[in-house]
């Protein structure tokens, strides 16, 4: 039973190019969570997403930031025309039912995709 | 305003003594409390998790106690490891939003030899 897989693991982009950052659940998780964090700091939130869902992407910047859950396929994080302050680590989580729901339930955590703009 | 603040900020403690970390928060209305940790480079893995009810969970050498009265948490870390040398960071999820969670800030913790 794999665990969240999430790829790449490290990903260099030049500053105005593309970053896709891709991640697939655990197996039975229909819950997808994306998080940032910057060196030293701690995590923060950026969007929940259900399959084919955007539940809340309040923590996402407005601009270059988007993220898709498709019916088939890994959970994507895109960030367009990247620049320098987007260099972070990016993790993703994924949890069998909504958060709250039917009681408290985990976030497994996948090992994380870092991006580095140059 | 939901916060969640941890203390100490860092803590260096020798290999075999026991440490003590302190979480207190302010979400409302609370349904439960995490404790993960993290380790440099790597995702958070879950250590504990405790609803309303429970004020106490252990899991191998961590015991997290929760007092939702006075809205405080600690994690007891007993005869440290060098292996233990991580983030330690506080997750609390309120019932209003369900679904997100509010995230410490961590405790950088580490063992010497």
């Known amino acids: 039973n794999a665990g969240v897989m999430q790829n790449p693991r490290h990903l260099v982009r030049r500053r105005g190019q593309e970053a896709r950052l891709r991640c697939s659940p655990m197996?039975?998780?229909?819950?997808v969570y994306w998080y940032r964090q910057l060196p030293e700091e701690g995590l923060k939130f950026m969007v929940y997403l259900q399959k084919e869902n955007i539940i809340d992407e309040s923590g996402m910047p407005k601009e270059r930031f988007s993220a898709e859950f498709p019916k088939e396929g890994p959970s994507i994080l895109r960030i367009q025309q990247v620049v320098r302050g987007d260099s972070a680590a990016y993790f993703c989580a994924s949890s069998p039912r909504r958060q709250g729901q039917s009681g408290a339930n985990v976030l497994t955590f996948g090992a994380g995709s870092r991006l580095t703009v140059l | 305003k939901n916060q969640v603040e941890q203390s100490p900020q860092s803590l260096i403690i020798l290999e075999g003594k026991n440490c003590t970390l302190q979480?207190?928060?302010?979400?409302?209305?609370?349904?439960?409390l995490r404790w993960y940790k993290q380790d440099t480079g790597r995702g958070p893995v879950s250590l504990t998790i405790m609803t309303f009810s429970e004020n106490t969970k252990s899991n191998g050498r961590y015991t997290a106690t929760l007092d939702a009265d006075t809205k405080q948490s600690s994690l007891h870390i007993t005869a440290s490891q060098l292996s233990d040398s991580a983030s330690y960071i506080c997750?609390?999820?309120?019932?209003?939003?369900?679904?997100?969670?509010?995230w410490g800030a961590g405790t950088k913790l580490i063992i010497k030899p």
């Open positions: 979480c207190n928060y302010t979400v409302s209305p609370f349904s439960n």
């Open positions: 197996k039975g998780h229909s819950h």
């Open positions: 997750v609390v999820s309120s019932m209003d939003s369900n679904y997100q969670l509010i």
